[in-house]
């Protein structure tokens, strides 16, 4: 049978999702925990991998066993033998079809940006940050030329393997409030690095360094060297995947789990 599930972490305690040889990964610890309940060697696929840092409110994997147990047992018992940086928040059997990663039509991230002289302590590695305002309006009005279906070259890391870099970025929202900026940005898919890099623009953009001009130009130009730096990963979180509603999976967003940060 074949199982989903949706997992939640804090990412500043792994090198990022994918499985490696060192085994201090998300995707390793999940493996060995859902293992562990099978009581047989198991390997999850997810809708994507996330870098070292870099958090998630809902992750959505699946998993094929030949095991019969409740789905509470791919819940409370997993999280069990999980550390506490990683939680399942819903486990449910899917057909065979249902693939985590090629069924997705969408994915969400959420970008978390403290503004404030002093570097954060209470919220370090949750949120990422700069050491002074910025102006909220100039950044929206940049984003908006991000919108649609482009060639996004320009936020591409240079390791990406994605085969193309045309992606349909259909949500670029920014929220502030004392101090606190939230990007929300929905796209069919991401490249490797791309939230962090349009965040690293939109701050040149808030801070007056990139006009909104500056932003069309730098998404024709399809050259990621010229481009500002990739922002810090602290703030990143993928809030939620996209899938038909044929395969009826629970709440595929759940903005309860980020509470404290809207």
């Known amino acids: 049978m074949r199982i989903a599930l949706g997992v939640e972490y804090d990412g500043r305690a792994f090198a990022g999702w994918q499985s490696q040889p060192h085994g201090n990964t998300v995707q390793d610890?999940?493996?060995q925990a859902i293992s562990a309940i099978a009581s047989e060697p198991?390997?999850?696929t997810a809708a994507g991998r996330t870098d070292a840092g870099v958090h998630a409110a809902m992750q959505v994997a699946h998993f094929d066993t030949s095991a019969?147990?409740?789905l509470n047992a791919w819940v409370r018992g997993v999280n069990a033998h999980l550390p506490p940086e990683v939680a399942v928040v819903w486990a449910q059997e899917v057909d065979d079809g249902f693939?985590?990663?090629f069924s997705a039509f969408s994915r969400s991230y959420s970008y978390f940006l403290l503004t404030h002289p002093v570097r954060p302590c209470l919220l370090a590695g949750k949120v990422g940050w700069f050491h002074q305002s910025l102006d909220v309006d100039a950044m929206r009005e940049a984003a908006g030329h991000l919108l649609g279906k482009h060639d996004f070259s320009s936020f591409r890391a240079a390791e990406c393997q994605a085969k193309s870099p045309l992606k349909h970025?259909?949500?670029?929202?920014?929220h502030e409030e004392d101090g606190l900026i939230r990007f929300d940005l929905t796209a069919d898919a991401?490249?490797?690095h791309?939230?962090?890099?349009i965040v690293g623009a939109l701050v040149y953009a808030g801070k007056g360094s990139l006009s909104s001009a500056g932003m069309k130009n730098l998404l024709a130009a399809r050259d990621r060297t010229c481009a500002p730096p990739t922002f810090m990963p602290d703030g990143l979180y993928l809030t939620g995947v996209g899938y038909p509603e044929a395969y009826a999976?629970?709440?595929q967003r759940q903005p309860a789990r980020l509470t404290l940060w809207r």
Do not use: S
């Open 194 to 197: 791309m939230v962090r890099n």
């Open 29 to 31: 610890r999940l493996n």
């Open 249 to 251: 999976l629970p709440a």
């Open 169 to 174: 970025l259909q949500q670029l929202d920014i």
């Open 190 to 192: 991401f490249l490797h």
């Open 68 to 70: 019969q147990r409740p």
């Open 42 to 44: 198991l390997a999850t």
């Open 99 to 101: 693939h985590a990663r």
